[in-house]
């Protein structure tokens, strides 16, 4: 039986659980001015885009060690969004350490760093993705075409 790469569903406390990581990678990096922690992000967001979460150090640890252990409703929510939001966070991540490495303006890296935590902090806390809801939103103005998922409870809503 091949292993498929790309999954076409995820477990939502997984996923908010690696928010729940990115959140607070997020913050360990404007507290303590480790910016060469978000060059390591950028690449488990490339990853996680790329490849899947199966492939993604904080995947596996949100869903093996963080999502067992808190009280998030477990049910199966498509990947398509999740891996567009990923990828809006993947292209923030590598503004950031671009700006970082090249020695530019550490106000931006910073804001763009704060974003990221804000927008993951309101999926861990809410389960609210904004990534998802541009990506429903271009799907509906058809501008994306959404996988069909047999399996989602949940699905995107065309308008």
């Known amino acids: 039986m091949k292993t498929q790469r790309i999954p076409d569903t995820v477990e939502e ?7 729940l990581l990115t959140a607070l990678s997020g913050v360990v990096v404007l507290s303590t001015g480790w910016f060469w922690l978000l060059p390591v992000l950028t690449l488990d967001f490339g990853l996680r885009v790329v490849l ?19 009280q998030w409703e ?14 809006i966070g993947f292209a923030m991540l590598v503004a950031a350490s671009l700006l970082w490495l090249v020695g530019g303006p ?9 974003l990221l935590v804000v927008f993951a902090l309101l999926e861990a806390a809410t389960g609210f993705c904004a990534g998802c809801a541009v990506y ?4 509906r103005v058809g501008l994306l ?10 699905s995107v809503e065309k308008g």
Do not use: M
């Open 13 to 19: 406390p997984s996923v908010r659980a690696v928010a």
């Open 106 to 114: 550490l106000l931006s890296v910073a804001g763009l760093t704060g």
């Open 136 to 139: 429903n939103q271009l799907v």
């Open 74 to 87: 477990s049910r199966r929510i498509p990947f398509s969004p999740k891996r567009f939001a990923a990828g």
């Open 52 to 70: 899947g979460p199966r492939f993604s150090p904080l995947a596996s640890l949100g869903g093996r060690w963080v999502a067992p252990y808190v």
């Open 145 to 154: 075409k959404h996988p069909e998922c047999p399996d989602c409870r949940v």
